[in-house]
Every structure is written in structure tokens, then in C-alpha cells.
């Protein structure tokens, strides 16, 4: 490597560092899912099988497959396996809107897509309008859940699905696993530093998707980096509650990678219910946990909690969003009355980096820092729309470079060239759209994004092209998308609509706008509410004048509030 770094990464692959992980401790817990423990050997050979069998469906070296489940035995094993064999993984989050999937199909040329049962409706409609052949490998949750847990899922929700799959290009997922039987050893595949190991998706600011390609190297640095910066002890034996999902960065850099490689136990949870994870939390007594800021409020007046002894948690780490002041003292004052020794650390960081690349220390806050950079992570402040770099203390846009900083967009160097930059220096930076500022000690602060963005839940909404399929609808002039503060998604996404001359608001409208939405846009990020106006304010070059409405519309929600 040409750049001198503090930690020593080694030339391995993301398989082949939890296959360390996995001869250091072949007996311990590497996945719980439900009360079901897999070892780490056990692991390794539920990944070989799978690996296996994908080399029976003709999947390759440089090949992508598409992984469009929640968190799951099946896709750790899933997105191993494409690594063990060089292939890529393509992640997706399983509630995308049809016309998503197939973009995420065409874009990354998937000859295959795994999922589960009860999101094939979606995906089959998906595969229909995709531009090439691609083999559907559908599974089933209950196939993993102990006997008890899948009769009962089964009986409750998973009998509605039994009839998939069912069309020619699909298979089983235990078919699919007989596959291995016909292949012998794997063909021995090494790391290469610049091969795209994972695609994870970032929403475009007014178009499509884009895709983040990303390597072996940057998620062993991103999973190293992290265990340097988390500074206390990271080793077998410990276990993370596992409830971000694999299909974002925080969830499969943090939760999942970092985890495994260094001997400690994912326990899976498929989705968040903020009922099942207090249950989780004082049954499994996990050592860490981590999420985005409303799952941790959530945890503030659950009725389950109270009274619990929360000392086992040795660390919580909040990401996503930003954690307010306000937030963080309840948080903390709420952890220190459940005998918990810790804080409640903010990281900071994006998909082009894997996710953190910034974390509050151990021992020390600093209001409205989201801390100091990650080990071999280096941050700086430009004057926005320069490479200008400022003084301490001024502010502007958030730059960093390192080894996790992603190889570029998938067939898109135009946003590449603008967000990955070579400087003066020689080295190629990262140009994170976020404004912030930087002090004399390093802390970084973080203060709003450039772009328009909204976060829900954790997840990023941009309002372009939720605006774009609006705008499409006969009756409609033009609208705007903002976010509205809420208390339990932080933000919620809201639509104002000026229809064309004759067109008259109703109910019927209403749910008109909804289907075509519902046809492009994840249902994650679908309209909360879509409130008709007769016109929008406009800035002084007539465009809409979005922060007005942001304004008016969140001083509504303070006034409600109160």
C-alpha cells in the first residue's frame, strides 16, 4: 500500500477474515437468531455450502447477485458466499418499490437475486420488467427459526406464502442448497485491492439511485478502524443485538462485519419493534448495541424497562442521524438509572465510507461534537464549492479520506469525479455534502446537509424524485417533499401538491398519487400525509422555496407539541 497507516491491514478478503476469526474460535457463538446458535465452524460451512451452491447456478468471479432480505442466517450466509467465490453483493432493501428492484436488477446486471417468501410477489413483478434473464432463490424464515417459533410463524404469516415460488425462473432455497452437491473445492480466490466486493444504494438528490461500490478493504479497515475507536475490549464472546439492517452500511459494517471478524456474536433481529427489543434487551443481555436515534428513544418509555438492570451493555453507539443535545442527557440520564457505566457515543459517517468514520470518546462530550475521526480517517473543512481548506473553528463542508473511502458510483463517473477528488496533497478525498466545522483539538461538528434530505427511521429519503413520479400525475402542476419533525421517526415525509386548472382535490386524488408512488418509491419513504395547496411560496428565481414550508410546517409541529 502506498499510504502509511497506524493499523495494519492485512490483504484478505471479507470472508477470509471471518474464516480467521473462525479458526481462533470455532466453538464460540457466531449468529443467534430466535434461540438458534450457529459456531463460527458451523458458520464457515453453512458459507462453503452456500458458495458451492452458487457455483452450481453458474455464478462466478465478478458476477452480481442481488440480496434483497432482511437480517437473517440466510443472508449472512448469502453475502459471504458471493465473497468466498468473488462474486459481488448487491443489497436492497426488501420493502423497494418494484420499479426500484428492477432498476437495482438492470443497473449492477444481477444474474441471480435471493430472497424470502413474502417479499417474491414484489420481486417477481421486478424480474418481469428487468432487461436480462435473472434466476429468482426464495427462502423462508421459518426454515431458521427453532421447530416451536417456525409452526408458530408459520401458522401466523407464513402460510400465506407457501405457494412460492412459482413461476419458471425461481427456485427454493433448499434446492438451491442441493446444488453444492454437484461441485467440488472452490477455486481459490485473493484480494485485490480495488475489486468491488459489495454495491450498497445512496438515493440520488433528483434522479436514480446511486450505487456505492465498495472492497474488502474498505470494510476490513471500516471493521478494524471501529474496534480501535470503540477503545475498550472487542473479543470473543461478546455479542452485539444485531437490528440495523444489512442492506445499510451502519448495519452490515457495524453490526454484522465488525462483529464477526473479531469473534463476538450477531444476534439477528429481522425488524425493529421497539417491544421486541426491550424483550431482546433483558433476555439476551447483549454488550453492545447500536442504532439510529429513534430506536433509543423508543427505549426511554417502554413500560418493560423499568426497573431493569441494564449494567451488562458496555457500549451503545448512535448513528444515522443526528443525536440531539436534548436527546443524549436523556439517553444518558436514562442509562445511568438502569446501572448501565456507559454513555450513549455518536458516530458519524456515510455510505461512500462503508458508515462511521467519526465517534464521540470513550470518557469525553463535547455539545454537539459527533467527535474525533477514526483511526487513518482524516477530516477537513472546505469553503463549499472549492477545495479551499478553512482555519479552525470555521465553517463549511466536511471532507475526509481513508482507507474505507469507496472505489466510486457504479457506472457513473460524473458524481465520482464530484465526489471523490484528487488535491493538491495527492491524496483523493471524499466530499461529503455535509456542512460542519472542525476545532483545534480535531472534534468535529457536524451542522446540516447541503443537499435536501430527509431521514426517517435511520433511512435517507431525497424528495427529488419522490417529486418527479407526483409531477407525472395528469392532474398535478407541481409539488415539493419536505420532512416534518416527528417524535418517533425524527423526521416524516410530507407532500404539498398544487394541481393543474380544473383539477379538484379529493380523497380519490389522494390515493391516485399514493399507487403511482407506491409503483417507485420504497415504502419507507412513501408520504406520510399529501396536503393540497392552491400554491407553494417561491424564492426571489421562482423556485419552490422548500424551508419555508420545513419552517411552517415543523413550527406547526412544536405548536402541537406544546
Known amino acids: 500500500m502506498s499510504e502509511q497507516f497506524v493499523i495494519d491491514y492485512p490483504e484478505l478478503t471479507m470472508f477470509q477474515k471471518v474464516e480467521q476469526a473462525a479458526m481462533q474460535f470455532p466453538n464460540d457463538d457466531a449468529v443467534e437468531f430466535y434461540g438458534k446458535k450457529i459456531s463460527y465452524s458451523a458458520f464457515i460451512k453453512r458459507i462453503v455450502r452456500c458458495a458451492r451452491a452458487f457455483t452450481a447456478i453458474g455464478i462466478k468471479k465478478g458476477d452480481a447477485v442481488t440480496l434483497c432480505m432482511p437480517n437473517i442466517p440466510q443472508t449472512l450466509d448469502c453475502f459471504y458466499a458471493l465473497n468466498r467465490i468473488g462474486a459481488v453483493a448487491n443489497m436492497v432493501h426488501p420493502l423497494s418499490a418494484q420499479k426500484e428492484i428492477t432498476y437495482y436488477l438492470n443497473v449492477s446486471e444481477s444474474k441471480a437475486i435471493v430472497t424470502v417468501d413474502m417479499f417474491f410477489g414484489n420481486v417477481k413483478k421486478a424480474i418481469a420488467a428487468a432487461d436480462h434473464p435473472v434466476l429468482a432463490i426464495v427462502t423462508r424464515m421459518q426454515d431458521e427459526l427453532p421447530p416451536i417459533f417456525g409452526a408458530v410463524f408459520f401458522l401466523k404469516k407464513g402460510k400465506e406464502f407457501r405457494h412460492y415460488p412459482d413461476t419458471e425462473n425461481s427456485i427454493r432455497y433448499k434446492k438451491f442448497l442441493k446444488g453444492a452437491e454437484r461441485v467440488g473445492k472452490l477455486p481459490e480466490i485473493g484480494f485485490e485491492k480495488d475489486r468491488t466486493a459489495v454495491i450498497l444504494y445512496s438515493g440520488g438528490t433528483s434522479g436514480l439511485p446511486k450505487g456505492i461500490c465498495l472492497t474488502d478493504l474498505n470494510f476490513n479497515a471500516c471493521a478494524m478502524q471501529s474496534r480501535e475507536a470503540i477503545s475498550m475490549p472487542f473479543h470473543n464472546g461478546l455479542r452485539m443485538l444485531s437490528c440495523m439492517p444489512m442492506f445499510h452500511g451502519f448495519g452490515l459494517g457495524i453490526n454484522i462485519h465488525t462483529v464477526l471478524i473479531h469473534g463476538a456474536c450477531c444476534m439477528l433481529m429481522p425488524t425493529f419493534d421497539k417491544h421486541s427489543y426491550a424483550k431482546a434487551l433483558i433476555k439476551k443481555r447483549p454488550n453492545f448495541i447500536a442504532g439510529v436515534p429513534t430506536i433509543f428513544e423508543a427505549l426511554l418509555h417502554l413500560p418493560e424497562l423499568e426497573g431493569q438492570d441494564l449494567s451488562f451493555l ?69 469553503a463549499p464549492g472549492t477545495d479551499d481548506v478553512l482555519p479552525y473553528g470555521e465553517e463549511g463542508e466536511i471532507i475526509l479520506r481513508g482507507p474505507s473511502v469507496m472505489k466510486g458510483y457504479l457506472k457513473n463517473p460524473e458524481e465520482t469525479a464530484k465526489t471523490l477528488r484528487r488535491l493538491a496533497d495527492g491524496n483523493i478525498w471524499l466530499y461529503t455534502g455535509d456542512l460542519g466545522s472542525m476545532d483545534e483539538d480535531g472534534y468535529v461538528y457536524f451542522k446540516q446537509r447541503i443537499k435536501r434530505m430527509i431521514i426517517t427511521n435511520g433511512y435517507n429519503v431525497y424528495p427529488g424524485p419522490i417529486e418527479n413520479v407526483i409531477d407525472g400525475v395528469d392532474e398535478v402542476s407541481y409539488s415539493c417533499v419536505i420532512g416534518v419533525k416527528d417524535p418517533r421517526r425524527m423526521q416524516r415525509v410530507r407532500a404539498y401538491v398544487v394541481l393543474r386548472d380544473g383539477a379538484e382535490p379529493s380523497d380519490a386524488l389522494r390515493k391516485k398519487i399514493m399507487d403511482e408512488l407506491s409503483l417507485h418509491v420504497a415504502r419507507y419513504a412513501l408520504p406520510k400525509e399529501i396536503i393540497f395547496r392552491d400554491e407553494l411560496p417561491k424564492t426571489l428565481v421562482g423556485k419552490v422555496a422548500y424551508r419555508k414550508l420545513e419552517e411552517e410546517a415543523n413550527a406547526e409541529a412544536e405548536a402541537q407539541k406544546a
Open 314 to 382: 458496555m457500549g451503545m453507539f448512535c448513528g444515522g442521524d443526528s443525536l440531539s443535545v436534548e436527546l443524549k442527557h436523556s439517553i444518558d440520564t436514562f442509562l445511568k438509572a438502569h446501572n448501565a457505566k456507559i454513555q450513549v457515543r455518536e458516530g458519524y459517517g456515510l455510505t461512500e465510507c462503508v458508515t462511521a468514520s467519526c465517534l464521540t470518546p470513550k470518557d469525553e462530550y463535547r455539545e454537539n461534537s459527533i467527535g474525533l475521526p477514526y483511526p487513518d480517517t482524516y477530516y477537513q473543512i472546505v
